[in-house]
């Protein structure tokens, strides 16, 4: 075999090495899906307000701290409502005392008084009556003194039924009303308090002690999310969607770091696109393309923070 031949055969093994190089290459430029992502709290973030104008008496957290549900944050001053409620619990227990021995006595002295004058006006008809039929009485004069007996008889009914009320003491209905008013005195109270809707962290204070608060211009007291419970929301290309599948699973790099931070499992794929809005780092990268959002978790113990920015890169089959 000649040295040409051998030449020849040498660059043709040559060029097939290199062609299935470029090969293997390429399909795994294919089968890479690079996204870009951002860490987010599962439940959101949410900005709390307080629920009626006021001065911010007190503001019971810093930035950072952990809460919990139900937790108070903050408290507007409150004085009028504070008493009003005093005055609604006043009336409750009034109310639910009924009416003293003094009370009642007076009730049945009132209406003594008044039988007496009745007693004494009916004495005074009769005898109008008679005087009357021996033509001494006018008509007039007798029909005044009747009027007189018939206006004593239903002021003494009246005061006999008020003086049984006053004993016999107050009807579930008042004291039902005045719990009612004392459960609305309270409820108005408790709007001063700014409370935790759910366990998290605190991540940012606005107003502090002492400034005014309204619920003309709302401004919120302050922004808190669950930290513990994280995921990531993925922007992935139109042409890249159906490459990807739930539980998948790709690994991250955050933004500054230069070498992966941990793997990110695909959970929910959403069925909706939409326009780019993530930072793209890539310069090269259309940023005219449809996306479509991915829910993924971040797998084992990696530390992620919620707003943090990822590259995540899928290796699909």
Request: with cysteine; net charge neutral; proline share 3%.
């Amino acid at each position: 075999m000649s040295e040409r031949t051998n030449w020849f055969i040498l660059l043709v093994a040559c060029g097939s090495a290199l062609s299935i190089g470029a090969a293997e290459a390429v399909k795994a430029s294919n089968s890479k899906v690079i996204c870009v992502g951002r860490v987010e709290a599962v439940d959101g973030e949410v900005e709390l307000s307080a629920q009626m104008s006021g001065t911010l008496r007190a503001v019971l957290v810093k930035e950072g701290d952990r809460v919990t549900n139900g937790m108070i944050l903050a408290e507007v001053d409150a004085r009028r409502e504070k008493a009003a409620l005093d005055l609604a619990v006043a009336k409750l227990a009034r109310v639910r005392a009924g009416n003293g021995k003094e009370e009642i006595a007076a009730a049945y002295a009132n209406r003594e008084a008044l039988a007496a004058e009745l007693a004494f006006a009916e004495s005074e008809y009769q005898r109008a009556t008679r005087l009357h039929k021996e033509r001494v009485f006018a008509d007039d004069e007798l029909d005044k003194r009747r009027q007189q007996a018939a206006t004593l008889q239903k002021q003494v009914a009246s005061a006999e039924k008020q003086a049984g009320a006053l004993k016999r003491g107050p009807l579930p209905e008042d004291i039902a009303l005045a719990e009612a008013e004392v459960g609305a005195a309270r409820t108005a109270y408790e709007m001063r308090l700014v409370r935790a809707v759910s366990a998290g962290s605190v991540l940012q204070l606005y107003p502090h002690a002492g400034d005014f608060v309204s619920l003309s211009f709302p401004t919120p007291v302050l922004r808190m999310a669950n930290t513990h419970r994280l995921r990531v929301r993925l922007e992935v290309n139109e042409q890249d969607v159906y490459r990807l599948k739930e539980g998948l699973e790709g690994e991250f790099t955050t933004f500054g770091a230069g070498k992966p931070g941990g793997r990110v499992v695909v959970k929910t794929i959403l069925a909706s696109f939409a326009p780019r809005r993530l930072f793209e780092p890539d310069s090269t990268a259309r940023m005219d393309t449809r996306t479509l959002q991915v829910l993924g978790e971040v797998v084992g113990d990696v530390r992620v923070y919620s707003g943090q920015r990822l590259t995540v890169t899928f290796i699909c089959q």
